[in-house]
């Protein structure tokens, strides 16, 4: 490994940490400031539409965080394919990762945080409930909050697919440069 490769992969490293913990810590943040949300929306706003504010909070905070957990699992399938070259070693991280995650599929943690997105969603609906909202306002308010269970669902389908979707696309670029015999 060169300099200048030792030097990079070193720095995708330093990414995948950094960006794996500011996940966690904009989640933690960001439901405290949806909760506030939710508890002064059930306590001052007297309209059932006020909870669409807390809505948007959450949908920003969920967006964050699958921004930065697809991120983070593009940096490895590069590590992977750039770094680790094409035969499995069990000192290879991002390998023994993956295929750790295909051996013991039900022992992951929920990267995405999806449940925790689901009960807030249905804890921030409760404020509505209580405002007494009419049959239009639940239309509009229940819609908007099924559009955003739907998009974690989504988002939590396409996360489960990507470590394989990334590394097959990384072994394409990495089979199409030109270079590609020299380069390991």
Known sequence: MTAR?????????????????????????????WGGLVVATASIASLPEATLLPLLVLAAVFEAVFAL???????????????????????NWEYTAMAFGRAFSGSASDPLFGRFFWIATV?????????????????????????FVVRVAVA???AARQRAVDLDHFQKLKGDRPNAQVQS
């Open 156 to 158: 939590e389908r396409h």
């Open 69 to 91: 957990h697809t991120g983070v699992e593009r940096v490895g399938r590069y590590i992977q394919v750039f770094y680790e070259g094409e035969t499995p070693d069990s000192s």
């Open 5 to 33: 490769e030792l030097e990079e992969y070193r720095a995708l490293r330093a990414t995948i940490r950094e960006r794996g913990t500011a996940r966690v810590w904009i989640f933690v943040v960001g439901f405290g400031i």
């Open 123 to 147: 804890l921030n609906f409760i404020p509505a409930v209580l405002a007494g909202a009419i049959p239009v306002e639940w239309t509009v308010i229940g819609l908007a909050h099924l559009v």
